[in-house]
């Protein structure tokens, strides 16, 4: 990633944004997205120090208690981690999450993260999936909130004793909203530390647009800290979904993957006294995507299995930026690693002159 970044002097000309941001900076913490982000992009978006935190994708539970090699399958942070919990090589917290509706097998497993070192945990009530609802697993659980009461209090009691936090991701609901407020204020009365509300039901999985004004009703029904959610792919987005939900923290998920530098974008916003930074430039988003290939490639994993994965960031990349829309065109087809990292680095989409790549690759 560039090291040097430029500014733009002219505050937002809207006139909210310029009142005293600094003021009511709030947490930023990275989403997990199922096959999308793991540690090497939790390493890579977190490198800057713009995040507060970030969660794992989940472990899936059914009916027994896991072997710790799941667990750091998953949050392979765990092998390092020391009393404070896991974290990113540029020490933002990681929190671990967890998946299923079985309260006892949930409760074991979380036994079994916090044996490996996890002080952090996270149950999903949000994953919109089919695959893992038909399974009863995520949103699914929405339909019933005394569901969501008896896995958030199984795995609450077991955190509780051991001094790690617990906390609940949350949807509107499934079909429609009206358990949204009754979900909530089940998982506080399981012992939920905190509440991150994804800001659309399960049946509108990510279409736009996202509800943040519902999760202002939530936090005016309950007393824990709530995080908004869902829909934030710019800093307009970003003060748009604090002003309509009144939450001071804030989850980035798919954002974060179409603009690497959207956290640090917020920050600065923030703390220069309502400066804009400046576009993220395609050097930029290249280099992070040669470092992740980089890295998977270190990894042992398959050049095919890295172009896909590649193209599937790019994707998200290109819905918002006019060059990864280009390079994406030129390399859609493209399924050998070196070529489509050149392609990636060349200084014209299609061109054949490229920076060299990284020696490892």
């Known amino acids: 990633m560039a090291q040097s970044l430029s500014y733009s002097g002219s505050p937002f000309s809207n006139t909210s944004f310029s009142q005293s941001p600094s003021a009511v900076a709030g947490r930023l913490g990275l ?6 982000i793991d540690a090497d992009t939790r390493a890579l978006l977190s490198e800057d120090g713009a995040l507060d935190w970030c969660v794992t994708e989940f472990v899936r539970v059914v009916d027994a208690k896991l072997p710790p090699r799941v667990f750091l399958r998953h949050c392979p942070e765990l092998a390092t981690a020391a009393a404070f919990g896991p974290v990113t090589p540029s020490s933002t917290p990681v929190t671990l999450q967890l998946l299923g509706s079985d309260p006892e097998a949930l409760a074991a497993n979380a036994e079994q993260a916090i044996a490996q070192g996890a002080t952090r945990l996270d149950l999903n009530f949000g994953c919109p999936a089919k695959t893992v609802n038909r399974h ?9 909130p005394i569901r969501v009461h008896a896995v958030v209090a199984a795995v609450a009691d077991v955190g509780h004793r051991a001094g790690v936090t617990v906390n609940a991701k949350l949807r509107l609901g499934f079909d429609d909203k ?8 089940a998982a506080e009365a399981g012992g939920a530390d ?7 039901t399960r049946r509108e999985s990510y279409r736009p ?13 309950v007393s824990v800290p709530v995080v908004a959610n869902g829909d934030i792919w710019s800093l307009e987005d970003y003060w748009k979904a604090r002003t309509l939900s009144g939450c001071r923290d804030v989850m980035l998920g798919r954002g974060m993957l179409a603009d690497p530098w959207l956290a640090r974008r917020i920050r600065h916003w923030q703390f220069s006294g309502g400066e804009r930074l400046l576009a993220t430039p395609w050097s930029a988003r290249s280099d992070m995507l040669c470092r992740y290939a980089e890295a998977k490639r270190l990894a042992g994993m398959p050049d095919k299995v890295i172009v896909s994965l590649l193209k599937q960031w790019l994707n998200i990349m290109r819905g918002r930026d006019p060059e ?7 390399l859609r087809r493209e399924t050998a690693l070196l070529p489509f990292l050149m392609g990636l680095s060349a200084s014209e989409p299609g061109s054949s002159s490229a920076r060299p790549v990284s020696r490892a690759i």
Do not use: K, N, Y
Request: proline share 4%; aromatic share 6%; with cysteine.
């Open 178 to 185: 009206q358990l949204a407020l009754a979900c909530a204020q």
């Open 209 to 221: 647009p996202a509800h943040w004004e519902w999760i202002a009703r939530i936090r005016a029904a």
């Open 324 to 330: 990864a829309a280009s390079r994406f065109m030129a």
């Open 194 to 200: 905190e509440l991150v509300v994804h800001a659309r």
């Open 136 to 144: 009863d697993g995520g949103a699914s659980l929405l339909r019933t």
């Open 31 to 36: 989403a997990p997205m199922e096959g999308v």
